[in-house]
């Protein structure tokens, strides 16, 4: 990198920031849903499982992480001795306050007396750091099927917070899970009758959704897959037209891993695309500015921290 003093009026090209970033020695994470330009800019770029292996093993002295509240503390728990900070401490996420740690406990008691025993609690990633301390294993979109396969059939299931990926569990692994009543305010805007028009406009496509959709948008689908799932999809054909029912940020990684496809947003009820309004809350300005103040920091209660990264390496362990 140049030996010029970078101000913060002046945001550098993505790999000037990255080059910055590790000659401070920060690492910058980011998800697949953020902006291109933070893609590019990061380190490294993944789904929430990705994301939580290379935080466990990355060794980092910092990282700044491009993503939502909980993801940033799910690498505080995995790299307990890390900063971590973040570009908007007010990026959260919808479905993981649709979970309060409270509500959760309350729950769990009633269950405990409604079944004579104590359910198993999975959780998606998707939740506070609180909500994960209260939990006997988390999973992933990516590992779900895997996490939930790894527990005994005659073992009753409370799975949190998103009732659409747990649907869809149920569903394909024949579960009974109880399901909490918790969504995605952006995968619930995908909207079936749309995604038809769009289907019937561009036939032979291929559509992929996330697990996180309602259960008609993923009936219309012909895959169901987590981002990784589906960037492995979309890497291994060639020449395909693929319509996209996820967060619409996550095109810009297929058309960087696998251009010889094309790619379609499937469209909400009421809008072209679909964006997570917090996601969006990250910029290149804050991103910028966050590695020069090294904040806003994300930390972990220590009452919380034993229990929730020991359910975050069950799940770990599993795949």
């Given at each position: ?9 002046e ?25 291109g ?44 001795e ?43 990633v ?61 995968h ?32 219309a ?99």
């Amino acid at each position: 990198m140049k030996n010029q003093e970078l101000t913060l009026l002046e945001v550098p090209e993505p790999a000037e920031i990255r080059d910055w970033a590790t000659e401070n020695g920060i690492t910058i994470l980011a998800h697949s849903y953020q902006e291109g330009f933070l893609q590019e800019a990061a380190h490294f770029v993944g789904d929430s499982l990705e994301l939580a292996r290379y935080a466990a093993k990355a060794n980092a002295k910092a990282i700044c992480f491009c993503g939502v509240h909980f993801m940033a503390e799910t690498a505080k728990l995995l790299s307990p001795e890390a900063e971590v900070f973040v570009p908007d401490m007010e990026a959260g996420c919808s479905l993981a306050d649709s979970c309060k740690a409270e509500d959760l406990a309350a729950f769990k008691e009633h269950l405990t007396r409604k079944l004579g025993k104590r359910p198993t609690t999975v959780a998606y990633v998707n939740c506070s750091a609180a909500v994960k301390a209260q939990c006997d294993i988390i999973c992933t979109s990516g590992n779900a099927r895997q996490v939930v396969e790894s527990i005994p059939e005659d073992e009753p299931i409370l799975f949190v917070p998103d009732k659409h990926l747990g649907g869809w569990l149920n569903e394909t692994l024949g579960r009974e899970m109880i399901l909490w009543n918790g969504a995605c305010e952006v995968h619930e805007l995908f909207s079936v009758d749309t995604l038809k028009d769009m289907q019937a406009d561009n036939p032979g496509s291929i559509t992929i959704t996330h697990p996180e959709c309602p259960k008609p948008v993923r009936d219309a689908s012909d895959h169901v897959l987590g981002t990784a799932g589906m960037l492995r999809l979309v890497k291994s054909s060639e020449g395909e037209t693929f319509i996209v029912g996820t967060e619409a940020n996550m095109i810009y990684r297929f058309e960087k891993e696998a251009p010889q496809n094309t790619y379609l947003a499937a469209p909400g009820a009421s809008c072209a695309c679909n964006l997570c309004p917090y996601m969006q809350l990250n910029t290149p300005e804050k991103l910028w500015a966050s590695l020069h103040k090294r904040g806003p920091q994300v930390d972990v209660a220590e009452e919380l921290r034993e229990p929730a990264r020991l359910a975050l390496e069950r799940m770990l362990a599993v795949v």
